[in-house]
T-cell receptor
Framework: ETGVTQSPTHLIKTRGQQVTLRCSSQ?????VSWYQQALGQGPQFIFQ???????GRGNFPPRFSGLQFPNYSSELNVNALELDDSALYLC???????????FGQGTRLTVV | AQKVTQAQTEISVVEKEDVTLDCVYE???????LFWYKQPPSGELVFLIR??????QNEISGRYSWNFQKSTSSFNFTITASQVVDSAVYFC?????????????FGTGTRLQVFP
């Protein structure tokens, strides 16, 4: 059983650019959530996808968007990057809603 | 409002000491889940435990134990005979069932350093 994998592991972007982060969920998991973790803080919920539909969103602006594909992998897109978007982005998959979430190793995004 | 408070920012202990990490939560829901995750320097959040609000029985798993007390809204985590490999940031989290989105609300974490 493969775990949650995220790509890339590190990324440096310039302010104003767009970025796409990818996540392969654990085998058999239909729910994917994305979190942003600023340095020294706890992760903050961005949104969740369940069976390819958005299933809840945290307090993030519309320039944060996502997709979930039929194989339940997922993408997080961020447009018009700002310096404050620099953070560790974590993807978590779960077998279904309200079950344990298993996290990937994260993508560290630096915006300069 | 939902909130998780981990008042201890950083704890340092010497190997073999016992250490307790505190977690206090706030929720208006009667049905919710509580979690503990470990985050080593690699960054990945490692799942440790999930507990639902109707199960107040304490749990022990090897050197780890958890004390859930609804009366004080606390879900504390104890590591017995700590080891250097336990050094990490530990997060307590809350999830409210029945709201359609089981998002995790995390505390700010407690950094545990275990010295040899």
């Amino acid at each position: 059983e493969t775990g949650v994998t995220q790509s890339p592991t590190h990324l440096i972007k310039t302010r104003g650019q767009q970025v796409t982060l990818r996540c392969s969920s654990q085998s058999g998991h239909n729910t994917v959530s994305w979190y942003q973790q600023a340095l020294g803080q706890g992760p903050q919920f961005i949104f969740q996808y369940y069976r390819e539909e958005e299933n809840g969103r945290g307090n993030f602006p519309p320039r944060f968007s996502g997709l979930q594909f039929p194989n339940y992998s997922s993408e997080l897109n961020v447009n018009a990057l700002e310096l404050d978007d620099s953070a560790l982005y974590l993807c978590a998959s779960s077998l279904d809603r309200n079950t344990e979430a298993f996290f990937g190793q994260g993508t560290r995004l630096t915006v300069v | 409002a939902q909130k998780v408070t981990q008042a201890q920012t950083e704890i340092s202990v010497v190997e073999k000491e016992d250490v307790t990490l505190d977690c206090v939560y706030e929720t208006r829901d009667t049905t919710y889940y509580l979690f503990w995750y470990k985050q080593p320097p690699s960054g990945e959040l490692v799942f440790l435990i999930r507990r639902n609000s109707f199960d107040e029985q304490n749990e022990i798993s090897g050197r780890y134990s958890w004390n859930f007390q609804k009366s004080t809204s606390s879900f504390n985590f104890t590591i017995t005979a700590s080891q250097v490999v336990d050094s990490a940031v530990y997060f307590c989290a809350l999830s409210e069932a029945g709201r359609g989105t089981d998002k995790l609300i995390f505390g700010t974490g407690t950094r545990l350093q275990v010295f040899p």
